[in-house]
């Protein structure tokens, strides 16, 4: 109501609005809109939605499907494409790096899969001339450079399994605009793509459908009503895509195979459609004794299928029933790929719709052989090197960045102690650490190595900061998909019990050294009391008027030098360290002291003491105003009086 009067409003009050009609006209009356003098225009009206995916999720989905084979159309000359180009490198995903980007709008071949990165390559023709130290000239190379895609990028989009009906909704849904508008080229072309693959695959079902409806003996309508399944299972259902038209020899491979998968593919919907509810028992019960399953499906014999996922979110445990479910048998640590697709799915869930399906074993070690690796790797350190293992963590091969191995972190006893006499001395503990590289060779594990890593150090004191505890467990898996496989807890809680205890031998030093300063500032205020003092003295003595001294004051620098005061903190904390209490000697019987058991100075600065000092014996000057100051009580002090 609100809304509908500032309308009113600006209805009567609008010069260019006017004239009304002669009647009158108002938002608030229906009569108005029944005349035709106000129309409500609906263009927001599936805002609240029609039960379609929005554009980002309908993109999303069909992105995840990509895989060798399959085609996909890029805008590549995008602000995100061109962010992943650096000035000193080039373009982080193409090859070569300073290669021109991939042509935007075309259709492209998925043609291969990165087996270190699992990304998808792209190859295309470079139309750009380079220059050419051999040749002196420049020329246009002759071999493709590739580019490096993943299913979640935004600047892509598939093509195959595209429903052009899919595009126009999308294109005329307003809705939805902001969400494409960037990619409104690449729908066109995908439209457009998809429109000339069906026109140039329409004779070609014709066949199919009259081969279908002669070798099978049924209406040729029955056989091309049957066709959509039956040939986007061609296309789509096995690792690497293939089209359906466009080769010869595959148009026959095609022909052969979608007439003859005819009778198996009706039979089994014919089955399901028969067995729907014992479908749906079997799913209830396989879901009751496994709640973690990811995938339930159904093989054209009849046959049951059910994934479990394994603990390293790659593998999975495959279970195979008997096709009246009464006979289950386990198989474990397998890789999934994509023979799910031939399958009928009775029950998926997101996880399983995330699985990685393109890894490989060339990529991945399974559990057992991992539990095996990591009994190698104790052998190999136990000989070489004779420490405990605190952990071992696996890393696969996952990120071109980083080598797939095993990081072993090692536990070394020697640690070294706060030493209170040190006002910054560094302790802490070290945990040092071996790489095992691994590979695959004939379907075996090669384990390389070990070669030495950087050391983890626990070191508080290397910021200054008394209360930093940083722990050292958990460890941080290895980089690039790694994860922790193997861990000694009773190890690790020593080396905890061991930190804590350093940690309050820390705190302690730093109370300590905190007593040391407190007492320092005490005697520095002493001598910053004398020094204004002598100065006021020697000003009255030269001028005769006191009140004249304040402003002559704000002339002078009257502070203490602080290299002084550091000495003096150096002396005390020498004292306090060795538990023994300063308060009520003078500066000259501490220095004295100290030089006569020749104690080693805490720290040299270069302020005040000389760089050579190592002992308070080499120290044989006190700076001047100072030897006779007394330390003053303090009344946190504890500790044996300074005989």
Not at 31 to 56: C, K, M, Q, W
Not at 72 to 95: C, K, M, P, Q, T
Not at 233 to 244: C, D, G, M, Q, S
Not at 494 to 499: N, P
């Amino acid at each position: 109501m609100k809304i509908a009067s500032v309308i009113e409003g600006l209805l009567h009050r609008t010069p260019f609005l006017h004239p009304l009609p002669a009647a009158g006209m108002s938002v608030l009356t229906p009569d108005s809109y029944d005349n035709g003098h106000l129309a409500v225009i609906t263009d927001a009206e599936r805002t609240l939605g029609d039960g379609r995916p929005s554009f980002r999720e309908w993109r999303t989905e069909l992105n995840k499907r990509l895989r060798p084979g399959m085609r996909i159309v890029g805008s590549f000359h995008g602000s995100w494409w061109r962010s992943l180009y650096d000035n000193a490198h080039g373009h982080e995903r193409i090859h070569p790096p300073r290669a021109q980007n991939p042509p935007a709008g075309q259709i492209l071949l998925i043609e291969d899969r990165d087996p270190r990165t699992a990304d998808l390559i792209i190859r295309y023709e470079r139309t750009q001339e380079v220059w050419s130290d051999r040749d002196w000239e420049y020329r246009t190379p002759k071999t493709r450079a590739s580019a490096r895609i993943r299913p979640e990028d935004p600047c892509i989009l598939a093509v195959d399994g595209v429903d052009p009906d899919d595009i126009r909704y999308y294109l005329a849904d307003r809705s939805n605009r902001a969400a494409y508008t960037s990619m409104f080229p690449l729908l066109t072309a995908v439209l457009r793509a998809r429109e000339a693959e069906r026109a140039a695959e329409e004779p070609f079902r014709q066949l199919l459908a009259g081969r279908i409806a002669d070798t099978h003996g049924i209406d040729v309508a029955d056989a091309a009503a049957g066709l959509p399944e039956l040939i986007d299972r061609w296309k789509l259902a096995n690792t690497y895509a293939r089209p359906l038209v466009g080769d010869p020899d595959g148009e026959a491979k095609a022909l052969r195979m979608i007439v003859a998968d005819y009778v198996p593919h009706t039979a089994d919907r014919d089955r399901r459609a028969t067995e729907a509810g014992f479908e749906q028992a079997t799913v209830a019960i396989v879901r009751s004794d496994h709640p973690d399953v990811l995938y339930i499906g159904r093989k054209r014999n009849g046959r049951w299928v059910a994934y479990l996922p394994a603990d390293d979110g790659v593998h999975v445990h495959r279970l195979d029933g008997s096709p009246k479910a009464t006979k289950w048998t386990r198989t474990d640590w397998l890789l999934p790929g994509h023979h799910h697709r031939k399958w009928a799915a009775l029950h998926t869930t997101e996880q399983w719709e995330e699985w990685p399906h393109g890894e490989t074993a060339a990529r991945n070690l399974t559990g057992p052989e991992i539990t095996d690796t990591i009994e190698r790797i104790k052998e190999i350190i136990d000989r070489d090197f004779g420490a405990p293992i605190l952990a071992i963590g696996y890393r696969p091969r996952r990120d071109s960045g980083y080598r797939p191995g095993f990081e072993v972190h090692l536990d070394d006893p020697t640690e070294t102690e706060p030493d209170p006499t040190v006002r910054h001395s560094r302790y802490g503990i070290t945990t040092p650490e071996q790489w095992f590289p691994w590979s695959r060779a004939n379907g075996q594990v090669v384990l390389d190595g070990p070669y030495g890593q950087q050391a983890t150090r626990w070191d508080p004191p290397h910021s200054h900061d008394p209360n930093r505890n940083d722990p050292l467990w958990p460890f941080r898996p290895p980089a690039g998909g790694g994860r922790i496989v193997w861990s000694a807890p009773d190890r690790i809680a020593a080396l905890r019990g061991r930190q804590e205890r350093l940690t309050a031998i820390g705190r302690g030093r730093a109370a300590l050294w905190g007593r040391a300063d407190r007492m320092a500032d005490a005697v520095t205020s002493e001598r910053a009391a004398a020094i204004e003092a002598d100065a006021k003295a020697a000003f009255v003595r030269e001028y005769a008027d006191i009140d004249l001294w304040p402003a002559h004051a704000k002339t002078l620098n009257l502070t203490v030098d602080n290299g002084e005061r550091h000495w003096v903190r150096l002396l005390i904390g020498s004292h306090l360290a060795r538990g023994l209490d300063p308060t009520g000697r003078t500066i000259a019987e501490l220095h004295g002291h100290a030089a006569a058991n020749d104690w080693t100075v805490p720290e040299t600065h270069g302020h005040v003491l000389p760089w050579s000092a190592k002992t308070w014996a080499d120290v044989t000057d006190i700076p001047d105003g100072w030897a006779d100051l007394t330390i003053p009580t303090d009344d946190t002090a504890d500790g044996q009086q300074v005989g």
